[in-house]
């Protein structure tokens, strides 16, 4: 018995040897089976199945036997395009058995350390299988990469989260429009699915171009609808500036969740608002920077939000000079914005104003750049007589007709309010007008501050506005220098709240001093001395400088603009630096 067992044992390792036939048998098969996509070839895989796993036994055994990757790799050379072909076969992967066969072979032929140019290149071939295996997220192959290729679990994480990204990123690329046959399934249902998947990725710097493209992608089917749950977290995250997106992905946060939208339009409020040292140039770089004016634009459902927000703001905040500032400051960055759509893209601008008074509508949004300067008194006189017909006709009315009444009232002052660069212009124009053409800027003006006769008293308003316009007229026409006492006392006075009757707006006071400054023909000295004495005896020197640089930023152009941009400037010199002497010339 003892000289038969070296017999027996030599016959049973003959038996466990495989020879390159059988291996170029399987190699035929594998190739004839391809990715087993049509259901013969799967057909076949299944039949062969169990043979198949006899194999890869027997090859799993030859391969432990061997001393190296070295000997085995000679001996069958053909024997990784018989694997390579296995690992991409769906049915041979789906079976444990012959899965974990199959895997135990590649890690057999891994080398730790590898001693020759074959063994390396055998090392980084294997290592490119299982990448590719698990980046498709075939089972397994995960715990094959990280424990025998010697790739680190972030890493390995991170490579599956992008393939992954890059295979969604590409399926929800696809539009319903882009089906060439009606009868196949339409895309849009995966955008759903696709944006609940993303909830736990929405602030991974690798998931970006995949929430880009779920928010950039054009809505054309009622199916494309966003998980609310990914829009939510997209808002939260945002917020928190824990996720980076681009600008067009932004706007379309704000068009898809109404909270996002209305957190990112208090919060430009809250920083304008709440900052009281903020400048008009300030204003304007923020309201741009806010990507809001954009999206307006783009959207007037967005426009349309913004506006009951301001609205609303508006009417608990009622004589704030920055919110006034912000909205019409907003509006103007809109309109810009606007104008830079596609002309077949425009929405109408009844669409944006649907709640103004119609017939208002154009000459208000129309900017006084848009029209000869000529013009400007005219055009105001008009704006001037249908606010005060449509207040008048409105304010008469009785019963609900009068709570209607007055909603159109303050609608048609809400869009003043939005357009206030033709209050400035007629501010502008009352410097030189005489005392038979002021009455309707003044009106203007007076309504602009003093909306309703309930509460604002307007008419009392409108009778000091006229008395305050005559002290300022006769103040800076005189050509004395330096100015009379009792001129200076009188304009000073202006500030002061009468004990018995309704003062005017302190902004509309101020607003009219500083355009007589900047605008009259009066010396330089003479004006700088007048509007350095009244504020500082008001104490207004800061919202003085204020007027004077928001004055700057929406000055006209015209025939007078650079005389009075150089007055500007003087004035403000003169505010922030109040111990240097007003600069003595005659120069107009």
Known sequence: MSQLQPVIQLQQMAELMLNIPDVQLWLNKAVAWGRADSQDTQRDTCLHLSRLKDFLQKLLSDINNKSSTTETMKRLPILGRLLGRLCWN?????????????????????????????????????????????????????????????????EYHLRVLRKKVELLQQNIGRSCSSLGDISQRCSCDDMRATSEACVPLVTCPEAAPLIDALLQKPVSCVRAALSKDFLDALSAAYSCDCVSLEEQSVVSLWYHNLSSLEEAVLSLLERVVTNTGLKPVEVVQRATQSLLPKACAQHCSIFLVVSDIFRSILKQTEGSASVWYLIQTFTICFLRQLNLQQHQMRTSMKAFFPQSPQSLLVPLLTLPSDMPEEAWRSHLNWLSGSLQRLTEEEEERDGDSSTRGLCTVFEAWFLLVQCAHWVQVAVQLLVTSGPEDCLPLLWLLTFYHHPTNRGHRRAEQLVRAKEAWHHMHSAFLVSVHPPPVDGLQSLAALFSPHPQQQSPSPLSILNLIVNFAAFARQSLSASTEILQTVVD???LVDEAGSVLSSLKLTLNEGSDANRVLLRIKALEDTLTHPHTPPPHTHTH
């Open 537 to 539: 005896r008001s104490g």
């Open 90 to 154: 769906p049915c041979v992967l789906a079976d444990a058995t012959s899965r974990g066969l199959l895997f135990q072979c590649l890690w057999g032929l891994y080398s730790e350390h590898p001693g020759n140019a074959l063994e390396r290149k055998t090392n980084q071939w294997i290592q490119k299988v299982l990448r590719l295996l698990a980046a498709e997220g075939k089972e397994g192959a995960a715990e094959a990469l990280m424990k025998h290729a010697c790739v680190p679990p972030k």
